[in-house]
Every structure is written in structure tokens, then in C-alpha cells.
């Protein structure tokens, strides 16, 4: 279940990163953040409801367990009462067989004590009483053993389908773990070699990362990427092109250093997003890839990887994120 978790984590900040953040007509970006907060409301509810299984599964454990032992003390009970019927039945049969003895001597001699007689056959109906009523009490006893054994029946098996869910939803999040690793190594094969010139491939929530410092790319306050940063982003197309099922978000990240008054660019926010278009077009006019799959987005310099306000760490912030993050379709399907 902390699979599930994970990947319903991975699911809908990926989602609130490509819509919230892109950069797109107005329309367009109300259309995104109105699927963004019915992807959020969805993701809450699927929590809430993984939840709800893992304390209905729970709860259905210690109820069968109670069951059980409730149905091996009716069946003890129903042994105990089916002896206790059979010696009943013995003492009325012997009982009958007395009074027949009596009534034959009372005959023969026509003599005998009439209180004697009655006494007996007081017993005998008593004895015949109560047999009757401890075989009510079997016939009553043996119905709620039924009904407990089909109840446990199926609690048992709501539960066996449950579980069967949870290992289908493990498998999924495996499968998709695993296609990621797989894609971070392609990567990592394919720019061999510019990790030491401010590249950095990593695994985050379940997406890969391709981090290119603002050195690899771009010269301070420009949106023209430099030669270096283009090759290597033709690198990257050539991954991409080969795994269409892969979505792509290109963020832009800067310092926080303001611009300088009456340039181009006004400020951060232009200068992140117009950054992260400019790779979206050299990685599209670099290979045969589905401008579907690419979302632009400039954050400006509120997402910091390095919060220090110190040449080092702004350094660090100034830098472009390649986010790439397999389709889950196959999940949502199985969460539906």
C-alpha cells in the first residue's frame, strides 16, 4: 500500500506541475487548473478510499477470526446437546419399556399402585418434553451455524478479492517503477559524458529528472541556448523520439536577482518561461516528437533547489528541468 501511495503522489504532482505551471493561453491554462482540482478532488478520494480498504480488510480479518471461534463453540455446543439427545432418547426408551413392564404386571394382577403409575408417566412425559425441546434447540443451533459459515464464506471472499486488487495495484506501480529506472538509464546513456558540464539525471517521485545548469545553456539574462546546451539537447530528442509513451515538461528556474530595468525581458517569470520554450523548439525541430507530449513551464525563482541567498547557492537555482514521466494509464484504469 505505500506503493499506492507513492504513486498516487507521483500522479497528481505530476499532474499539478504540467498544469498548473504551463505556460499556455489563458483558456487553456483555466482548462488545465480545472482538471488539476478534479485530478486533486480524484486523488483525495482514491486516499481516502485505499484507506477505507486497508481498514475494511482489517476489520474483516478480526471479525472472521471471531466468527471462527464463535462457530467452533456452536459446533462443541451442538456435540455436547446431540449426546445429551441421545442419552435422553436411551432413558425414554427405557423408561417406556419400565412403564410397559408395570402396566403388564398391574394387568395380570390387577393390582398395583395407580400414584405409582402416574408418577411414571409424569416422568415420561417430562423426559419427552425436554427431548423435544433440547431437538428444537439442535434444529436452532445447527440454522445459526449455516448462516455463520456462509457469512464467513463471504467475508472470506471479498477479502481474497481485495487482496487479488492490492497485488494487481502492486504489480502496476512495479511495472512503472521499473519502466522508470529504464528510461533514466537510456538518458544517462545518451549524455554520457556532460555530467561534469552541469547535467544531472535523478529519479524524483517517480519521474525522471534531466537538471542542466544555467551555465550548459544559456548566458546570464539570454533565452538563446548555447551551442553546447543545444547538443545535448539533441541527445535527449533522440531518447525521446524512441519512447513516445513518455510525457515531457520543460521548467524554467532563475534566481532570485531582478532583472535589469528596461530590458526585454521584464522579469523571472518571463525570463523562466521563455527559457523553457526555447528548448521546446529545439527539441522538436531535433526529432520526430508529439508537441502533445511537451508542456513548457517557467516557476521564476520560487522553486529553489538552494534556498541560501549566497552566489553558490543562487548558482544552483539558475538551471532548466527536463521532467520526464511515463504514462499511467493502466493505473487510473485499475483505480476506476
Known amino acids: 500500500m505505500k506503493k499506492l501511495l507513492k504513486i498516487l503522489y507521483i500522479v497528481y504532482f505530476a499532474l499539478f506541475v504540467v498544469m498548473f505551471e504551463s505556460c499556455v493561453p489563458l483558456s487553456k491554462f483555466n482548462e488545465q487548473k480545472k482538471k488539476l482540482e478534479d485530478f486533486e478532488k480524484e486523488n483525495n478520494e482514491?486516499?481516502?478510499?485505499?484507506?477505507?480498504?486497508?481498514?475494511?480488510?482489517?476489520?474483516?480479518?478480526?471479525?472472521?477470526?471471531?466468527?471462527?471461534?464463535?462457530?467452533?463453540?456452536?459446533?462443541?455446543?451442538?456435540?455436547?446437546?446431540?449426546?445429551?439427545?441421545?442419552?435422553?432418547?436411551?432413558?425414554?426408551?427405557?423408561?417406556?419399556?419400565?412403564?410397559?413392564?408395570?402396566?403388564?404386571?398391574?394387568?395380570?394382577?390387577?393390582?398395583?399402585?395407580?400414584?405409582?403409575?402416574?408418577?411414571?408417566?409424569?416422568?415420561?412425559?417430562?423426559?419427552?418434553?425436554?427431548?423435544?425441546?433440547?431437538?428444537?434447540?439442535?434444529?436452532?443451533?445447527?440454522?445459526?451455524?449455516?448462516?455463520?459459515?456462509?457469512?464467513?464464506?463471504?467475508?472470506?471472499?471479498?477479502?481474497?478479492?481485495?487482496?487479488?486488487?492490492?497485488?494487481?495495484?502492486?504489480?502496476?506501480?512495479?511495472?512503472?517503477?521499473?519502466?522508470?529506472?529504464d528510461l533514466r538509464n537510456k538518458v544517462s546513456a545518451a549524455l554520457v559524458g556532460l555530467e561534469n558540464d552541469g547535467l544531472t539525471v535523478s529519479i524524483r517521485h517517480g519521474k525522471v529528472y534531466v537538471s542542466l545548469e544555467e551555465q550548459l545553456l544559456f548566458k546570464s539574462g539570454s533565452i538563446v541556448v548555447d551551442p553546447a546546451g543545444v547538443n545535448a539537447l539533441r541527445r535527449l530528442a533522440v531518447i525521446l523520439e524512441q519512447n513516445p509513451d513518455i510525457s515531457i515538461t520543460i521548467e524554467g528556474h532563475t534566481d532570485n536577482v531582478p532583472l535589469i530595468a528596461g530590458s526585454a525581458i521584464p522579469d523571472n517569470w518571463d525570463l523562466s518561461v521563455r527559457r523553457a520554450t526555447s528548448i521546446v523548439r529545439i527539441l522538436l525541430s531535433s526529432a520526430k516528437i508529439s508537441p502533445e507530449r511537451l508542456t513548457a513551464a517557467g516557476r521564476g525563482e520560487f522553486v529553489p533547489v538552494d534556498p541560501a541567498n549566497t552566489p553558490t547557492a543562487r548558482q544552483k537555482n539558475r538551471r532548466t528541468e527536463i521532467i520526464l514521466m511515463p504514462k499511467l494509464d493502466e493505473l487510473f484504469q485499475m483505480l476506476e
Open 46 to 181: 482514491l486516499n481516502l478510499t485505499n484507506q477505507q480498504l486497508q481498514l475494511d480488510n482489517t476489520e474483516m480479518s478480526a471479525r472472521i477470526d471471531v466468527l471462527q471461534k464463535e462457530l467452533a463453540a456452536l459446533r462443541a455446543d451442538s456435540a455436547r446437546h446431540a449426546k445429551e439427545i441421545a442419552e435422553l432418547k436411551i432413558n425414554s426408551r427405557q423408561l417406556e419399556n419400565s412403564l410397559h413392564d408395570m402396566t403388564v404386571a398391574a394387568d395380570a394382577l390387577k393390582r398395583g399402585s395407580q400414584r405409582e403409575i402416574s408418577e411414571l408417566m409424569s416422568k415420561l412425559e417430562a423426559s419427552r418434553s425436554d427431548l423435544q425441546k433440547r431437538e428444537n434447540e439442535m434444529f436452532k443451533l445447527s440454522n445459526q451455524i449455516t448462516e455463520k459459515q456462509l457469512n464467513l464464506l463471504k467475508m472470506e471472499q471479498e477479502l481474497e478479492s481485495r487482496n487479488k486488487r492490492l497485488v494487481e495495484l502492486e504489480k502496476i506501480v512495479s511495472r512503472q517503477d521499473s519502466a522508470v529506472r
